[in-house]
């Protein structure tokens, strides 16, 4: 059978009523996830595995996908709405989504996430259709030494995170990095900076961490204000404008391209491609310090990076067998339960089974449009419910979300401390996200690092004598030392113009 | 409720609690029970977890909550298991050695001890494989081992899990077959066969569990298995007895433990319930499905099997620790 009769076939089976329920049902459930902060895609699909049992394989993986870009786009929902980040990758909307609705736009910014989010992820799974199983084979030559280097380029996009200050952006950055260095050494397994606190023993915890820095925060910074105008949001309002449809579709189609070609990467996880699209779309745009007061490409970018990188990372789930981030493994899990093997043999064996999946993502992809551009104007109006209810609801929630993860009241009080931290940061205006970034990809770079010394018997040079990673060095270079050059250019300007 | 009304009230509470508490086997189990996965969802135990979870739930008469608590290659999970009250009402999943070894290397300050743990039943016996690419220029074990010897220290050989039984595995080979490769470390089987797959290594020392997807669609080839006779997965495969090393033998075992001081009536009901669960057709099925090879040990076989894997982590951790 050629590839349009597959696609014919995979169509007439995601569009069974069954299956279409069950892909409805999966998005419902998925964004309801990722609204709830601290419970996150991973957990959430993890949860609601046994739910499929009961289901055939495949209106049981099609309810399972949908649920997992579903928890992707409800992340975007808090992000914007109460500074609270679900996961990792709703952490960079939080910049501008939440000042959009600080100014009552926060119609026009859930509603581009919304759309963006659609074109992305509809993007990725056509190309996912056309071009998956070559892509898949050329990403698999990131090797570790390659992924500390791609590594080395997210960390370097601090610079683009730095706002006023550089020096603070740094200073952020390495008390980011001396946090995701707390828990048990990622090779030997010896506890570092633990003092003997068991919940230490894995780290600190990244969700109660990021929830406590900018949701608790932001509640405790809004606690000075004597007045809160209650942020009235006109129907008329809901969509963006036109001057802001125009800005954002170069931004969705640079998202887009960024976060599927790094879905292709196992292992990178959601963060760096929304982080370098919004640093992308920061360095093209001609007004660059406006971002982080509320531009809408801030959010369209990483939002739909973002959902082509959900999308994207799929392909080295279906055509090799190997998960790229913790839910895509949970996923994974569940395609083994239901009795089938991820992998080029799954095309071969049930190729219903793959393109009705398939074609179910795009159906899965408008149905997320369709629920959700509606219910944007519902979600503006959570802002209007008065502050004495609002902010000790959302902390209420969030001391929920916090104790969710394992159980644990540690984790609550995590939040809280880092509550107290963010409220400090943003009187003293250093920026929160470079810290996130390195919390984040500090694990990653040590253990990339250190698999690549034990592949070289201790040899540094591996990392500049790969070409891919070479040229990933250099790049990471050039954008970590740019802004010292520019500087020294200025002053030298400035010497000679006196 | 004030004066004397308080103190009957609570007479009457602890006596209620400490009947509840000493229940005997005949009312067990009255509420749901937890089974504790030290791991990420989806990954091989989790998947043979959450599948005999289900089975056993409906012969208990309880439902068997999966709990995910992963972190230091399940030493989260086993600290918390250990420290849990062994009332029969929270359970685990163990995997041998990897349980042992953190117990017993010093440098993981594990503040827990081997006797901590009661083990129930035994799972699935995944044994260890030296897997390598379909185009690798070795074909057999000696091939591998005589190129191992021209070039000692320079073959870049993968293992999952730190002092966990592919590296265990490593080792015995390494000492019974006089070689040494460049061990290069992953913490999970999902980025160790990327490696493979990607050339980043040329050797993967992995379970059968581990690379049966891969296998399955051609990508992985095996050289041997570390088991005493040959896997109903991989019928043409030799084992390391036939080709020579009878005495490198490792797997990783997967199976349910308590906390130690569970009456014995308890532990008997869950053996005989987590027994009947796992000899289902349905049970087997979906773990073959998924590449896991099916061993149950009850109770005392288990414990004994514990203890013996205990000696043998012992020998390698002191090995490695000395080096």
Known sequence: ?498 | MRGRGKWFFALAVLTWALFVGSLHAADYPTRPITLQIPYPAGGSTDVGGRIVAAIAEKAIGQPIVVLNKAGAGGQVGWTELARQKPDGYYLGYINLPHLLTTVLDPERKALFKAEDIVPIISQALDPTTISVRPDSPWKTLKDLIEESKKRPGQIAAGIVGYLQDDEIGYLQFAEAAGVQMRMVYFDGAAPAITALLGKHVDVLFCTVGDNFTQWKAGRIRMLTIMDKERSKFYADLPTTAELGFPTVLSASTRGIAAPKGVPAPIMKKLQDVFHKAMMTNEHIDMLEKAGQPVKLMLGEEFTKYYWEQFKVAQKWVDYVRKK
């Open chain 1, 1 to 498: 059978m050629d590839a349009l009769q597959y696609w014919i076939q995979g169509f007439a089976v995601a569009t069974l009523p069954m299956n279409l329920l069950y892909a409805l049902i999966g998005c419902v459930l998925g964004t309801l996830i990722g609204v709830l902060p601290g419970l996150g895609p991973a957990a959430g699909t993890a949860i609601l595995i046994p739910v499929t049992f009961s289901l055939d394989p495949i209106g049981g993986i099609i309810m399972l996908t949908a649920i997992y870009y579903g928890a992707m786009y409800g992340g975007t929902i808090t992000s914007v709405l109460v500074n609270v980040p679900g996961e990792a990758a709703s952490v960079i909307t939080c910049l501008d989504g939440y000042q959009m609705a600080k100014q009552g736009r926060a119609g026009p910014a859930l509603g581009i996430a919304a759309i963006g989010s659609f074109i992305g992820g509809t993007f990725a799974t056509f190309a996912l259709m056309v071009v998956s199983l070559p892509l898949a084979t050329f990403a698999l030559r990131f090797g570790p030494p390659e992924v500390f280097a791609l590594l080395m380029v997210g960390l370097s996009l601090v610079t683009g995170l730095s706002g006023r200050s550089l020096l603070a952006a740094l200073i952020m950055t390495g008390f980011g990095l001396l946090l995701s260095m707390i828990g048990m050494d990622p090779v030997r397994g010896a506890p570092r900076f633990t003092f003997g606190i068991p919940p230490l023993y894995d780290g600190i915890g990244f969700i109660p961490v990021v929830m406590g820095l900018f949701g608790i925060g932001e509640i405790l910074l809004s606690m000075e204000a004597p007045i809160i105008e209650v942020i009235r949001t006109k129907l008329t309002d809901l969509m963006p404008a036109r001057e802001e449809w125009r800005v954002s579709s170069g931004a969705i189609c640079r998202g887009t391209v960024i976060g599927f070609f790094l879905g292709l990467i196992p292992g990178i996880g959601a963060i760096i491609p929304t982080f370098l699209a919004y640093v992308v779309e920061k360095k093209v745009s001609k007004h660059p310090e406006k971002f982080g007061a509320g531009v809408i490409e801030g959010v369209a970018s990483p939002e739909t990076a973002n959902n082509a990188y959900a999308n994207g990372a799929m392909i080295p789930l279906l055509t090799l067998g190997i998960p790229g981030s913790p839910t895509l493994a949970v996923l994974m899990g569940a395609f083994i339960i239901h009795g089938l093997t991820p992998g080029p043999f799954l095309f071969q064996e049930r190729p219903d089974v793959v393109w009705g999946l398939i074609a179910s993502m795009y159906l899965g992809n408008v149905i997320l449009l369709v629920l959700n551009l509606p219910l944007v104007g519902l979600w503006a109006k959570l802002l209007e419910i008065r502050f004495q209810f609002l902010y000790p609801g959302i902390l209420l929630f969030c001391i929920l979300g916090a104790y969710s993860l394992n159980q644990s009241v540690f984790d609550v009080g995590v939040m809280i401390a880092f509550g107290v931290l963010g409220y400090i940061f943003r009187k003293i205006d250093w920026p929160l996200a470079p810290t996130v970034l390195a919390l984040i990809l500090g694990p990653m770079m040590e253990r990339a690092l250190r698999t690549s010394l034990e592949m070289s018997a201790g040899d540094l040079s591996i990392l500049v004598t790969r070409p891919i990673s070479a040229v990933l060095i250099i790049i990471a270079a050039i954008v970590l030392l740019t802004p010292g050059v520019r500087l020294l250019g200025k002053k030298a300007g400035k010497d000679e113009g006196g």
